[in-house]
T-cell receptor
Framework: EPEVTQTPSHQVTQMGQEVILRCVPI?????FYWYRQILGQKVEFLVS????????KSEIFDDQFSVERPDGSNFTLKIRSTKLEDSAMYFC???????????FGQGTRLTVV | AQSVTQPDIHITVSEGASLELRCNYS??????LFWYVQSPGQGLQLLLK??????LVQGIKGFEAEFKRSQSSFNLRKPSVHWSDAAEYFC????????????FGAGTILRVKS
C-alpha cells in the first residue's frame, strides 16, 4: 500500500539553527501539506502546496518557514532559525485531489534545545 | 467561533464494551468530516470519512460514525472494543469553501482495561 514517508523520525537541534524536514508524498498525489502538533495540543495546519506553489498558509507559517518541492518526489519544510517553541511533531500529508482524504506520514519529532 | 469540539479528553472502557466518542462542529455549512486515529509514536491513520449521502458511515477496524446535521455532530462508535484500540482519536473537518486544510479537534485518548 502506498504511504507517505518522513525523515528523520526524530531530530534534535540547537536554537537558532536551520532544520529541514523531508517528506516523500504518495506518487500520484498532487496536494501536499504540513501540519504540526505541539505536545499536548491540537494538530494544526501549517501550509498547503499545489502546482509548485503555496496555496494556503496559516498564521503560524511566518517568514522563518518555507516549503519546497525540489524534485519530483520530495517535499521539504525548512525552518530557518529554530526557536524553542518550534519543538513539536511535524506531519506531512498528501491528497490526490481537492477535498479527498489526506494520507499522513509517521511524523518527525523536532526538539529544539 | 468556528471550531471542532471533542468534549472528552480521556475515556476508559472495558475490553468488549461499546464505545462512543463525541465530536461537534460549529460551522454554518456542513463540512467534510473525518475521524483519524493515532497510536503512540505513530502517524495519523484515517478511520472513516463523510462527504455526503448516507449519514451512517462504516470505517476500518469495525468503527462507524453517524452524521447528525441537527446536532452538528459526527460521533464515532464501535460495538465491542479491543485492547488494540487504545490510542488517541481525532475528529477533523474540511470546509471546502475555505480550502483543503483539515481542522482538528483536540483529540480523545482512549484507554482499554481488561
Amino acid at each position: 500500500e502506498p504511504e507517505v514517508t518522513q525523515t528523520p523520525s526524530h531530530q534534535v537541534t540547537q536554537m537558532g539553527q536551520e532544520v529541514i524536514l523531508r517528506c516523500v508524498p504518495i506518487s500520484n498525489h498532487l496536494y501536499f501539506y504540513w501540519y504540526r502538533q505541539i505536545l499536548g495540543q491540537k494538530v494544526e495546519f501549517l501550509v498547503s502546496f499545489y502546482n509548485n506553489e503555496i496555496s494556503e498558509k496559516s498564521e503560524i507559517f511566518d517568514d522563518q518557514f518555507s516549503v519546497e518541492r525540489p524534485d519530483g518526489s520530495n517535499f521539504t519544510l525548512k525552518i530557518r532559525s529554530t526557536k524553542l517553541e518550534d519543538s513539536a511533531m511535524y506531519f506531512c500529508a498528501s491528497t490526490q485531489g481537492e477535498n479527498t482524504e489526506a494520507f499522513f506520514g509517521q511524523g518527525t519529532r523536532l526538539t529544539v534545545v | 467561533a468556528q471550531s471542532v469540539t471533542q468534549p472528552d479528553i480521556h475515556i476508559t472502557v472495558s475490553e468488549g464494551a461499546s464505545l462512543e466518542l463525541r465530536c461537534n462542529y460549529s460551522y454554518g455549512a456542513t463540512p467534510y468530516l473525518f475521524w483519524y486515529v493515532q497510536s503512540p509514536g505513530q502517524g495519523l491513520q484515517l478511520l472513516l470519512k463523510y462527504f455526503s449521502g448516507d449519514t451512517l458511515v462504516q470505517g476500518i477496524k469495525g468503527f462507524e460514525a453517524e452524521f447528525k446535521r441537527s446536532q452538528s455532530s459526527f460521533n464515532l462508535r464501535k460495538p465491542s472494543v479491543h485492547w488494540s484500540d487504545a490510542a488517541e482519536y481525532f475528529c477533523a473537518v474540511v470546509l471546502p469553501e475555505y480550502g483543503n486544510k483539515l481542522v482538528f479537534g483536540a483529540g480523545t485518548i482512549l484507554r482499554v482495561k481488561s
